[in-house]
C-alpha cells in the first residue's frame, strides 16, 4: 500500500485484525521517516519512507499482486508513473482516491494494467468500513471480485459504474464526517444548555453510538426508529419540526452536490 495516513491507515488496520487472511507481511510506504517508523518492530508490515528511499514505492511494488494507491489525490499519478515499469505482470492497482479517474491512471501505467476504483471510508479501520468499487477498462470481473473481497475484509462492499464514484464519496466516503459534525454541535448545544464539557460528550458520543448499534443490530428501518423515538404531542416530536423547518433534504442534496463537484475539479486538476 502507497501511502498509510488516515484512510490507508485504516484500511491497513482492518487488513492487519486478527483472523484476517491476507499475506503478510503487508509492504506500505509513506512520504516521511516519521510516519515510516510508526511500524518500527511489528512483524506484519514491512514500512518504506520515500523521502529518505526514494526507490521506497518500487520497492514495495515488487512482488505484489494488489498495489493500493492510497496517496492524495493530486499525488496519484506521479505515484502511478514512478512505479510503472516496477509492477508485476497480473498486478491489479487500486486507487482509493477522490476523482482521480481509471482512466487517468490507466494513461500512467503501461498499457493492459488492471486498475480499480474504491471509495471506502474510515470505519474500515474496525471492521466497519462501507467501499464502493468500479473497474476500469483492463479490469476482468474476477479482478473487481478480487478487490471486493478484499474490502470485504474490513466491511462491507458493493460494484458501482465509475459514473457512481464520485457519489459514493459524496454518501459514504466523506460521511463519517458529517456524522461526527453532528456530534459537534450536540456536544456543543448541550454544553450551551450548561453540562460540562464530560458530561456533554457522553450524552451525545453515547446516545449517538448506541442509535447506530441499535440501527445495525435491529435492522429496522431507520424512520421506524425514529418513529418510536416521537411520542405523537411528546417532546421529540417539538425538535424533529424545528430540524425539518430547516429542510435536510435540500442540506444534503446541496451537500453532496458540492462534494461531487470537488472530485470533479479532482479528476481535472
Ligand atoms: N480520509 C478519508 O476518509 C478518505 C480518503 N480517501 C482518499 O484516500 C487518499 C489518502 O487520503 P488520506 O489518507 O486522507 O491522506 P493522508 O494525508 O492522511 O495520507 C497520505 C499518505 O500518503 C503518504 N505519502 C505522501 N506522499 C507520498 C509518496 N510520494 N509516496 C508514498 N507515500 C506518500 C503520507 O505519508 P506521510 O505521513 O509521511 O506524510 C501519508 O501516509 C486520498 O486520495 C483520498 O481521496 C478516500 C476515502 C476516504
Ligand atoms: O475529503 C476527501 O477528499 C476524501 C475523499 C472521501 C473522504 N475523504
Redesign the pocket.
Known amino acids: 500500500m ?8 485504516a484500511i491497513l488496520s482492518g487488513l492487519r485484525a486478527p483472523g484476517v487472511q491476507i499475506p503478510k507481511p503487508i509492504s506500505v ?4 521517516a ?3 517508523a510508526e511500524f518500527d518492530g511489528a512483524a506484519d508490515v514491512v514500512a518504506l ?2 523521502e529518505t528511499d526514494p526507490e ?2 518500487r520497492t514495495a511494488v515488487k512482488g505484489a499482486g494488489l498495489v493500493i494507491l ?4 493530486w ?2 499519478l506521479d ?1 502511478a508513473r514512478e512505479i510503472a515499469d516496477a509492477l508485476e505482470p497480473g498486478v491489479i492497482v487500486v486507487s ?3 476523482g482521480v479517474t481509471c482512466a487517468s491512471i490507466e494513461a500512467a501505467l503501461p498499457a493492459g494494467v488492471a486498475v480499480v476504483r474504491a ?4 470505519p474500515s479501520l474496525i471492521g466497519r468500513g462501507v467501499t464502493g468499487i468500479a473497474g476500469g477498462s483492463a479490469a476482468s470481473e474476477a479482478d473487481i471480485d478480487t478487490v471486493k473481497a478484499l474490502f470485504e475484509t474490513v466491511g462491507s462492499a458493493i460494484v458501482v459504474r465509475e459514473s457512481q464514484i464520485n457519489d459514493v ?1 459524496a454518501v459514504s ?2 460521511g ?1 464526517a458529517y456524522l461526527f459534525l453532528y456530534v459537534e454541535e450536540m456536544i456543543a448545544a448541550a454544553k450551551r444548555l450548561g453540562f460540562d464539557e464530560d458530561q456533554a460528550r457522553l450524552l451525545a458520543e453515547g446516545t449517538v453510538t448506541g442509535a447506530a448499534e441499535l440501527l445495525a443490530r435491529s435492522g429496522e428501518d431507520p424512520a421506524q426508529l425514529r418513529r418510536n423515538v416521537t411520542s405523537p404531542k411528546g417532546t421529540t416530536e417539538q425538535a424533529i419540526f424545528v430540524l425539518q423547518d430547516a429542510n435536510w433534504g435540500e442540506l444534503f442534496d446541496r451537500a453532496l452536490a458540492a462534494n461531487v463537484r470537488r472530485s470533479e475539479e479532482l479528476a481535472a486538476e
Open positions: 502507497l501511502g498509510v495516513g488516515s484512510m490507508g491507515g510506504t509513506t512520504k516521511s516519521r510516519s515510516a519512507a520515500s521506497a514505492n492510497a496517496v492524495k489525490p499525488m496519484i505515484v482509493v482516491a477522490a471509495m471506502p471510508n474510515t464519496a466516503g466523506s463519517p
